[in-house]
């Protein structure tokens, strides 16, 4: 996909996205009120989905490709106070001659940076809190340019005692968080050495996910006046992107740190035929713990045919902007049509070498113990 013919874009107009070209409206039913079944899931069963007034016709956003810099452990608050600061001056220049925006996106890690050396202790140290001091910062920025601002980073959640998360957090245009979204699972067996990542996510403890917020946060769709949003850092998982899509999620905010796949993007935007937005770091001289061109950039937004409207084509901090024409899209867009009852039993009985719940009652303390932990639990022959 480096191939691709991209357009410089920091400083640009904002590109129009187009719309499914794909008329929905032949399978249109009678709106239905959401139903909840026994698991709490609030679904229709009619292809249409629940949504909220929509404040405009159209929404304009920015996806931020902005540098990735790890917080010292001697000088925690300066460097998650210099990094939120780097993220306010983008907001400034995301609302400047190109005019305001609707949305802001940042990725994974803007505030906290990333370190794979860091143990547990270590990037608990560096996690903020949710509210905290960064995001009333960044709340006064959203309610100064009415912007919604997207972002990732580590989380230290009182509710969790020691673990650590990873959480996309939503800001309302009112400076309200209105989202703290929880990584869904992480990928095993993709890291050199046999480490493995040793945030708690959803699957790692799903039963107490679920007795504390339901099924429905499980996947949770956010219904806004700018669109059914869904947030995720999780990539390769088209199934949770399937099950977002079902529920009504019509723009997929997706987050990265280091690398992503376009395939995965493009295809999550095809197959469900929604809007896609991918923000990954840019190269980062700042950050003397890792080589500034490592796997950095290549931001983007893609339409509901699996295109990129628009897509970076620096590896350096850039932002990349679009429109999305939410009113006309939804009007005609419903949930995807997947013939469940075809591969349902396939899915029944099927078990992931990794099953749900592993660190509810272990955590592991650094990338080495979760490898060597995790491997010790597979439900397949290593």
């Known amino acids: 996909m480096k191939g691709l013919d991209r357009r410089a874009l920091l400083g640009a107009g904002a590109g129009i996205a187009a719309a499914s070209a794909l008329d929905w409206t032949a399978f249109a039913a009678p709106a239905a009120a959401a139903e909840r079944g026994p698991n709490g899931i609030e679904m229709r069963s009619d292809g249409s989905y629940a949504t909220v007034p929509l404040a405009k016709e159209t929404i304009s956003l920015a996806v931020a490709q902005t540098r ?5 452990l001697g000088n925690v608050a300066q460097g998650r106070r210099a990094n939120v600061q780097h993220m306010l001056d983008v907001i400034d220049m995301a609302n400047g001659f190109s005019g305001p925006k609707d949305l802001i996106q940042f990725h994974e890690f803007p505030i906290t940076g990333y370190r794979h050396v860091w143990n547990l202790e270590d990037a608990r140290k560096i996690a903020i809190e949710i509210p905290g001091e960064e995001t009333e910062l960044l709340a006064a920025k959203a309610r100064e340019y009415g912007s ?15 673990r650590l998360l990873s959480i996309t957090t939503i800001i309302s245009d009112k400076g309200e968080i209105v989202a703290k979204d929880w990584k869904a699972r992480n ?5 050199p050495g046999g480490r493995e990542l040793f945030t708690t996510t959803i699957y790692d403890v799903l039963d107490e ?3 504390r917020y339901g099924w429905d946060h499980v996947v949770p769709v956010i219904r806004t006046p700018i669109g059914n949003l869904f947030t995720s850092s999780s990539q390769l998982e088209p199934e949770l992107f399937r099950a977002a ?10 987050t990265a740190s280091g690398n992503f796949n376009e395939i995965d993007i493009r295809a999550t935007s095809m197959y469900n035929r929604v809007y896609s937005t991918i923000a990954n770091n ?7 713990y890792y080589l500034a061109d490592s796997n950095p950039g290549h931001v983007g937004i893609v339409g509901p045919d699996g295109e990129f409207i628009e897509q970076s084509e620096t590896d350096f901090e850039t932002l990349v902007y679009g429109r999305i024409p939410i009113a006309s899209f939804r009007a005609r867009h419903r949930q995807p049509i997947v013939h469940s009852e075809l591969v349902m039993p396939v899915f029944d009985k099927y078990r992931s070498p990794y099953g749900p719940n592993l660190i509810a009652d272990y955590q592991p303390t650094d990338t080495e113990d979760a490898g060597r932990y995790l491997r010790s639990k597979s439900r397949w022959p290593q």
């Open 187 to 191: 990928l095993k067996g993709f890291f």
């Open 209 to 211: 996910y679920v007795e």
């Open 148 to 162: 919604w601002i997207v972002f990732g980073s580590y989380v230290r959640d009182p509710d969790w005692p020691k």
């Open 282 to 288: 840019s190269a980062s001289p700042e950050n003397r």
């Open 245 to 254: 899509a079902m529920k009504g999620a019509e723009i997929m905010l997706r």
């Open 68 to 72: 990735v810099v790890p917080v010292e």
